[in-house]
């Protein structure tokens, strides 16, 4: 029996992109007839005609299977949707702008059979393809990310990756709403080999990922695997309180040698704006975790099916998740 292998790519208004990516696909895995491919397509609430494209595609090809999400989830989430859909032995991620170039599948494949690992990471060897800011800050989060939590993002590596069936199934068992997938994917562990490639610019269409979206994807990472933010405030206010002891011992202190001094107005409207600033701060990191328990405790499920279409079963409506 020839190892089944579920390609897993979300596609979110990639009309320009559809053709390009069955046109690239299609011919590499054909030429791996060791193994028999299923691509879990997701359309994440496009907009445009990318679901239209994917059945069209489906109609002639058996291997797609398109997953229709209900609305726009977000990436997080269509992964997760097509993670749990895929059977195969082992699956692997894609982005559908061809960023993460077919060719890997190839090498992926090898490198998992030759080195009995559950997880084969593909790792960007530079980041030439993206712009000095987005270079820059992925180098910042990356860094910061890993002193804070506990389970460390392997550096420059984004969702494009092997995982065994092991390995889906303990991704399964991660009931957690605010799917930070790449912290998910560390914190499970599994023996992990790595690959190099070069990271080819976008192929069509343009970056869903704007900054924002960016550093709200980067809180959700912080505040899913550290909860280091929330205590600092604790040893940040055993500093002030100890600076304001000794400064307060010695206005004391002054003003029983000295007599009394009123000048002051400028130190004191400091120290309360500061003060101030620095409470706000850190009821806002509390928000932050709040507001992520309120989004837990609801227990809302991370995607809505509305429908999947596959050649075999016809399209059948669900709306499982
Ligand atoms: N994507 C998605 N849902 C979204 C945003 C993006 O499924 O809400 C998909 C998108 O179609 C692409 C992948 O996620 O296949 C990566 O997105 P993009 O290429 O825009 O990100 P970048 O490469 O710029 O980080
Ligand atoms: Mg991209």
Request: hydrophobic share 45%.
């Amino acid at each position: 029996m020839p190892k089944r292998i579920s390609l897993v790519v979300p596609f979110y208004n990639e009309s320009e992109g559809v053709d390009a990516f069955y046109q690239a696909i299609h011919p590499v895995l054909d030429a791996l007839p060791g193994y028999s491919f299923e691509i879990v397509c997701i359309d994440d609430g496009s907009r445009d005609d990318t679901l239209e494209r994917l059945i069209a595609y489906k109609d002639i090809d058996p291997r797609l299977i398109v997953l229709e999400l209900s609305r726009n989830f977000g990436k997080e989430s269509a992964m997760t949707a097509g993670l749990h859909m895929a059977m195969g032995d082992a699956a692997i991620v894609l982005d559908a702008d061809l960023q993460d170039p077919p060719e890997l599948i190839a090498r992926m494949l090898a490198l998992w059979e030759s080195s009995g690992a559950d997880m084969v990471l593909a790792k960007r060897a530079d980041r030439s393809s993206d712009g000095w800011l987005k270079r820059m800050s992925a180098l910042g989060f990356y860094k910061l990310h890993n002193r804070l939590a506990k389970v460390p993002l392997p550096e420059n590596v984004g969702d494009c990756r092997l995982m065994a069936r092991p390995v889906l199934e303990a991704l399964k068992t991660l009931p957690e709403r605010t799917r930070f997938m790449k912290g998910l994917f560390a914190w499970v562990g599994f023996k992990t080999v790595t690959l190099e490639y070069t990271r080819p610019v976008r192929a069509g269409g343009t970056s869903k990922f704007s900054g924002w979206k960016l550093w709200n994807l980067a809180l959700d990472g912080i505040s899913s695997f550290s909860t280091v933010p929330l205590r600092m405030w604790t040893y940040l206010g055993a500093l002030g309180a100890l600076s304001t002891a000794c400064y307060a011992l010695f206005v004391v202190v002054r003003t029983l040698v000295h007599g009394v001094d009123v000048p002051g107005y400028a130190s004191l409207l400091v120290a309360i704006l500061f003060f101030g600033s620095v409470q706000l701060i850190s009821v806002g990191v509390l928000g932050e975790y709040i507001g992520r328990i309120h989004e837990e405790s609801k227990q809302r499920p991370v995607y809505l099916l509305r429908a999947v279409h596959r050649q075999d079963a016809g399209d059948a409506p669900t709306s499982e998740a």
